[in-house]
């Protein structure tokens, strides 16, 4: 086992002490899934990332997220999440950097902004409900799927 996994390691348990009623475990995906209490990270990143990554999960834990009604509700809770992760990484020693959170939360927004483009004539429209948007330009109906608390990075800066 190598230096960075140890410190993940001890990271984790120290979370898992400090918050008994949540889970954590290894995954592909970062994510957090109200249903089970369970946080799941991805053990195969570097050690910032991680810390990050169960900061920012714990913070939806942490103020109870569990649905929204829109994709701006969603970027909305985005923000939350990473105030209260930052808050919640200086009783680590963990300082997440705003680079880092407006880089997530620049990735939410092309996501909306993608999603919410017309793609009849290209306006840009507004959500009608949780699963559709409706052009005011041109009254194009289109659907999407529901969003998710996941952290979908910009290609154009994809970490290793
Ligand atoms: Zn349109
Ligand atoms: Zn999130």
Redesign the pocket.
């Known amino acids: 086992m190598n230096t960075s996994s140890k410190t993940s390691n001890s990271f984790i348990a120290r979370l898992s002490r400090d918050f008994p009623d949540l889970k954590f475990q290894k995954g592909e995906q970062e994510h957090w899934s109200p249903r089970t209490n369970t946080i799941t990270y991805n053990p195969n990143q570097p050690l910032r990332d991680l810390r990050y990554g169960v900061l920012h999960e714990l913070a939806h834990a942490r103020l109870n997220h569990t649905t929204y009604g829109s994709d701006f509700e969603l970027l909305k809770m985005e923000s939350l999440a990473w105030s209260e992760a930052a808050r919640i990484g200086r009783r680590y020693n963990v300082r997440v950097s705003s680079n880092h959170i407006q880089n997530c939360l620049d990735t939410y927004r092309d996501w909306l902004h993608r999603r919410s483009t017309?793609p009849?004539?290209g306006?840009h429209?507004l959500q009608k409900d949780a699963h559709r948007y409706q052009?005011l330009?041109?009254q194009?109906v289109w659907r999407v799927t529901s969003g998710r608390f996941v952290r979908p990075y910009r290609r154009t800066h994809n970490l290793t």
Do not use: D, P, Q
């Open positions: 017309c009849t004539c306006a429209s052009c330009n041109c194009a």
